[in-house]
């Protein structure tokens, strides 16, 4: 459990931070930039769930606890020395990915196939949804850059790729299933 007696510590006024294994980076980090983009995409959630009613309010609150499960993994470099660990990190594992792509596959078969690209808009939660996807897009690229420097969990790098994904479906099922979607009309305004 957490425990936070002071919010500010002064420790980061020089531009670094502590990671979750205590070593110090650059708050301009690319871990530090991930991690933080996953925070920004959940303060998105957070937004979108003012909109959002019964299961997808819960299905949201899941996520934003994942969201959550996924930024303390992020913290925690060396996925090689967990073992060694007095304490393991906390790390994403198999079974939320597997949940995200159950839901998608179940709001899928609610949707009709689209026929065109889809504009983000329609309802307020729909509109909020579309800019958690965008956001989590964003925190995959950073993640995919952080792989290459550094290591990163698999689970982490594919749980982002699907949660974009879960976003774009949320989003059509909340524009009434998808016939509330603002659709493409290329070179419509030429």
């Known amino acids: 459990m957490v425990v936070l007696n002071k919010i500010y510590t002064r420790t980061g006024d020089a531009g670094q931070t502590a990671l979750g294994d205590g070593s110090r980076v650059g708050k301009a980090s690319a871990r530090v930039e991930a991690y933080g983009t996953v925070d920004e995409t959940n303060s998105t959630v957070g937004m979108a769930r003012l909109h959002a009613q ?19 993994d992020l913290c925690t470099p060396d996925l090689e020395k967990d073992g060694e ?15 995200l792509e159950a839901e998608i596959d ?63 479906c949320a989003a059509r099922i ?13 070179g419509a305004n030429r």
Request: net charge negative; proline share 5%; with cysteine.
């Open 174 to 186: 909340a524009n009434d299933e998808g016939r509330a979607d603002v659709l493409w009309t290329p």
């Open 54 to 72: 019964g299961d997808a309010d819960a299905a949201l609150a899941r996520i934003q606890n994942d969201l959550f499960d996924l930024g303390a």
């Open 106 to 168: 179940a709001m899928t078969a609610r949707l009709e196939p689209l026929r065109s690209f889809i504009l983000p808009g329609g309802t307020a939660l729909a509109a909020h949804l579309h800019l958690c996807r965008t956001v989590s897009r964003r925190a995959e690229r950073l993640c995919v850059e952080l792989s290459g420097q550094e290591g990163v969990n698999p689970h982490a790098l594919k749980y982002l790729n699907r949660l974009s994904d879960w976003f774009f």
């Open 85 to 99: 660990r007095e304490y393991p990190p906390l790390r994403m594992v198999e079974s939320q990915v597997d949940r």
